[in-house]
């Protein structure tokens, strides 16, 4: 249903980042291909909204998984 969701409104930044934090929580349960999955939506969202909440909660969380600490608490 989310990916529907984001498939059906690529202009809806909440979407995308939704549907990005789903895939970070596959990711962090070892799913392959789900944190290329989760930067693709980050990206996408960010560029649609550059300041909406949830992206930027969800871009935090994928810096500080990599291991980028300073950059996910900027």
């Known amino acids: 249903a989310l ?3 984001a498939d059906d409104g690529p202009d809806d930044a909440l979407a995308q980042a939704r549907w990005a934090d789903a895939s970070l929580d596959l990711a962090e349960q070892g799913r392959r291909g789900a944190d290329r999955e989760a930067r ?6 960010r560029n649609l909204d550059p300041a ?3 992206a930027l909660l969800v871009e935090a969380r994928l810096l500080a998984r990599a291991g980028a600490w300073d950059d996910a608490l900027d």
Request: proline letters at 8%; glycine letters at 0%; a positive charge.
């Open 3 to 5: 990916a529907r969701a």
């Open 40 to 45: 693709d939506r980050i990206q996408r969202a």
């Open 52 to 54: 909406l909440p949830e």
